[in-house]
């Protein structure tokens, strides 16, 4: 107060000390007297979540958070009040179904505001009562027997996109086009998603590009709401961006999906009221979501079926295709990989599309799947997600040959180091009680697309030594990936 008061009588004067005494004071705390003062980082992190928010814009943070973790070890602090973790034995701990660590304000930012009211989900609730009490009804739908029953719908997608593949890029005329298949993935990832979900796609394969612009919206909205949100990354920023009461800023998170999805529900409801259709009769996520309105009337409405679609529709397209994006790229930088899980799908015979029967055991084919989800999640921001050293010295390679047993390995050691790199990587769908219910789901719709298209097709990038970009946006989004598809 002495020094304020013996400074000149500006008021813009004083308030410039002021704030500079007020950071300072923050310097001071963060570096010296902050809990975490101790845990290594770097030093701008320690102090501000600008550091943060800059790398997650950049579209890369997992390969900084890789950077830092190899120099300073388990623990890094990469925000003022955030500690990067890497050690896989803790994730029972952090992400334990009893006494669960909350989830922060981070994920505000990913509600949707309609009319003025913020809508929040079962993925981003702060509140684990309310999130328990609101999936309790949907939770036994999701189980693998259940999501069996969809298998049939996402036999018609596959039928469908095989059937687009060799007509553009395969056959007649059209054989040797080059195909952009990152784009492809994203169409058949999308429609499969649309079709299990309320039984009709959105059309991306039929009409070949983004219908509606909801790809588009989608990755949008997450590059938006990376940099925001992600890891606590200053999200009240999003007060003043896309929840301002004024005039939204930005590309609206999430609205796109919430729209189109309340449209489907309303339609759906008005062919049952026109006895059009009759509950029960059909497989599709919708239908059995209606049907619970029977069994909770008290808690079933269009708006919480709207909030159960959510989870499949705004994650199911955008992570899935992340992930067999990065299958079918490393498989094409790994020819003795991809010979190998020819030789086996060939082995088993498969028809087409590829029953879940005669792949849920292939061995060759799973360890392809979870070394790409190793190397390159589907989300791989949300869950600060960096190589153990349980995976070796080739970490950064792709080589599914990681997860079969080694030659002189005993069956005791092989189980042990399989069972820590599962939990390890199965991360990827989180853990505890707020795990992913559409994990198998994903397995199912992944393991089907990547049999039947490597039974049928041998798909090789156009140039070997040609690198694809990804942007890291808490999905991850690949990109430029041109390939040439012929028939076996």
């Not at 000149?8 to 010296?32: C, E, I």
């Not at 027997?145 to 395969?170: G, Q, R």
């Not at 599309?353 to 921001?381: C, F, Q």
Request: hydrophobic share 40%; aromatic share 10%; charged share 25%.
């Amino acid at each position: 107060m002495a020094l304020l008061a013996s400074l000149p009588s500006s008021p813009w004067v004083q308030s410039l000390v002021a704030l500079g005494l007020l950071l300072l004071t923050k310097l001071v705390w963060d570096n010296f007297l902050s809990p975490l003062r101790s845990i290594p980082g770097p030093l701008l992190a320690k102090s501000t979540n600008v550091w943060r928010a800059y790398h997650t814009h950049q579209g890369c943070v997992d390969r900084k958070h890789v950077e830092l973790h190899r120099k300073y070890g388990s623990a890094v602090r990469i925000g003022p009040n955030c500690v990067s973790i890497s050690d896989p034995s803790l994730i029972r701990t952090i992400y334990s179904t009893r006494n669960p660590w909350k989830k922060s304000d981070m994920y505000r930012p990913n509600d949707v505001l309609i009319e003025g009211h913020r809508l929040s989900n079962l993925f981003n609730t702060q509140d684990d009562d309310w999130h328990d009490q609101n999936i309790r009804p949907i939770r036994s739908l999701w189980s693998m027997t259940k999501v069996l029953e969809y298998e049939p719908l996402i036999d018609e997608t596959l039928n469908k996109f095989v059937a687009k593949l060799a007509a553009k890029f395969v056959d007649g005329a059209n054989a040797g086009t080059i195909c952009p298949a990152d784009e492809w993935i994203g169409f058949f990832a999308w429609d499969v998603t649309a079709n299990f979900s309320f039984g009709r796609h959105y059309g991306f394969i039929d009409q070949e590009k983004d219908v509606d612009n909801l790809i588009t919206d989608s990755t949008d909205g997450l590059i938006y709401f990376a940099p925001i949100n992600q890891v606590s990354q200053i999200p009240w920023v999003d007060n003043l961006l896309d929840k301002n009461p004024i005039r939204r800023i930005g590309p609206k998170p999430t609205l796109t999906g919430v729209l189109y999805a309340f449209k489907v529900v309303a339609e759906y409801q008005a062919q049952l009221a026109s006895k059009t259709i009759t509950a029960g009769t059909v497989d599709h996520t919708l239908d059995k979501y209606v049907q619970l309105k029977e069994t909770h009337p008290d808690m079933v409405n269009d708006q919480q079926i709207v909030n159960w679609l959510m989870l499949s529709i705004l994650a199911g397209g955008d992570t899935s295709s992340a992930t067999m994006r990065a299958i079918v790229y490393y498989l094409s930088k790994s020819p003795s990989a991809t010979a190998k899980l020819v030789a086996e799908l060939k082995e088993a015979t498969l028809a087409t599309p590829a029953p879940w029967k005669s792949i849920r055991d292939l061995t060759y084919l799973d360890a392809v799947i979870r070394e790409a989800m190793r190397i390159n999640p589907g989300i791989a921001m949300i869950f600060e997600r960096v190589v153990p050293e349980v995976f070796g010295d080739d970490a950064d390679n792709f080589n599914p040959d990681r997860w079969l047993q080694g030659k002189n390995e005993s069956d005791e050691h092989f189980e042990s180091r399989s069972r820590r790199m599962k939990d390890t990587v199965d991360f990827v769908f989180g853990g505890g009680g707020r795990i992913c219910m559409g994990r198998y789901l994903a397995v199912l719709e992944i393991k089907k697309l990547i049999a039947t298209l490597y039974n049928l097709f041998d798909i090789q990038l156009v140039d070997p030594k040609h690198e694809w970009t990804y942007r890291n946006a808490w999905f991850v989004y690949q990109y430029d990936m041109p390939m040439t598809i012929r028939r076996r």
